[in-house]
């Protein structure tokens, strides 16, 4: 059940579910046992997981060479997505390569219509601040597009800021959606050092964090319908304010299909962070909250339009209120004292999954950025939303 918390006394335990049952070729991140650990080829590295920057990651899963991108196939024995052709691909059916074909066209055919059915980014923009105030900590996904694509070849089937290159596949990015690169380093992780915190919040550890990237914001309504093409929040008729009442795999799903992941627990505060040390990214006192995050005392109880407060140092907008985020781990309350120093991913198997960042009906002892909230991950509510990471 959910732990007992001095700061959220009204926390509400829901009976634990089983998760929804993936389609065959549906997408989704291996988070298994073993990433992390030194390699020097992909062979050396656990199932789902691929060797970068000789190091074990989380790679993009497959059980055929259709969920894999252009020039990518399906190592079937491994169930990950490898550059080029995986050892079992002489041998695949013409089913296999019609179906591939198939996909391509049908990504072309959507590409063609959401140009013409989605907003102008410029559109999108008037509900973020203003870009000459983000530009400085974030790329212009202009530029980033002429480093990986010919744009005379690009622009002519969607916006420049359409088209990301992720390493393993070019995706459809949503207007808005935009990747902030987060060098890596280390942190001391857990309890603030003039916070009162609940008893998982500690020990307090150094942890060291590879470079990753992170969306400037919260996913929005808009994004999640562009993607998906459904939109279960509860708060509807804002297409900017942060999609909510999804679940751990609904949220994980997106970000698969965007060309990232869910971020690590680890990675999530070192985000939040950005350097601080302090309760909030902003501060220890309370009074700073007004100015960065929506919680009880100023959202007039609803999510409000992403990126209305002031950024943390990295350009990240949101980090604390508005919604809960989803992260990758599992929840154990004492993790922490056996977690490793290096990109750590949280326990292997699990009941709960971990949230971070409270929401708009927080208090502002949910805001603080070592709070730790567990929730059933088949459950849904419309306090909770997410962001998504990449490395």
Avoid at 40 to 55: K, P, T, Y
Avoid at 249 to 261: I, K, N, T
Avoid at 306 to 331: H, I, Q, S
Wanted: charge should be negative.
């Amino acid at each position: 059940m959910l732990r007992p918390s001095p700061r959220v006394p009204h926390r509400v335990a829901l009976i634990a579910a089983l998760l929804p049952a993936l389609s065959s070729c549906e997408l989704f991140l291996a988070l298994g046992g073993g990433a992390g650990l030194p390699c020097d080829s992909d062979e050396a590295c656990n199932l789902g997981q691929v060797c970068i920057d000789r190091v074990c990651r989380p790679g993009v899963s497959c059980v055929c060479d259709a969920d894999c991108a252009a020039g990518y196939s399906c190592d079937i024995k491994r169930q990950v997505c490898v550059l080029g052709t995986a050892p079992n691909d002489a041998g695949r059916s013409d089913q296999g390569a019609q179906r591939d074909a198939a996909r391509d066209d049908a990504a072309i055919t959507d590409a063609a219509i959401q140009d013409v059915a989605m907003p102008d980014t410029a559109t999108t923009d008037a509900a973020l601040p203003d870009a000459a105030t983000t530009d400085a900590a974030m790329p212009d996904t202009a530029t980033t597009d002429a480093a990986t694509h010919d744009t005379a070849t690009t622009d002519a089937a969607m916006p420049d800021t359409a088209i990301a290159d992720v390493g393993q596949r070019d995706v459809w990015l949503p207007p808005g959606l935009t990747w902030v690169p987060i060098t890596g380093g280390a942190y001391e992780m857990g309890c603030s050092p003039n916070d009162t915190c609940n008893s998982d919040e500690s020990p307090r550890h150094t942890v060291t964090i590879s470079a990753f990237e992170l969306t400037a914001t919260e996913v929005t309504q808009q994004q999640y319908q562009d993607v998906i093409g459904s939109n279960p929040s509860y708060h509807t008729g804002c297409p900017s304010c942060p999609v909510e009442q999804v679940n751990w795999q609904q949220a994980s799903d997106f970000c698969a299909a965007v060309g990232g992941r869910l971020p690590t627990e680890a990675e999530w505060e070192y985000a939040a962070r950005a350097g601080t040390t302090t309760k909030y990214y902003c501060g220890d006192d309370v009074a700073c909250l007004d100015g960065i995050a929506w919680y009880d005392s100023n959202s007039d109880s609803q999510s409000q339009s992403v990126g209305g407060k002031t950024a943390n140092a990295f350009g990240l907008y949101d980090m604390l209120g508005n919604v809960w985020e989803w992260n990758a781990d599992w929840y154990d309350a004492s993790y922490y004292s056996i977690s490793p120093s290096q990109d750590p991913m949280g326990p292997a198997t699990g009941t709960y999954r971990v949230l971070r960042g409270g929401s708009f009906s927080s208090l502002d002892g949910s805001l603080h950025a070592s709070d730790r909230y567990v929730y059933d991950p088949a459950s849904t509510r419309r306090a909770i939303g997410f962001r998504c990471a990449r490395y």
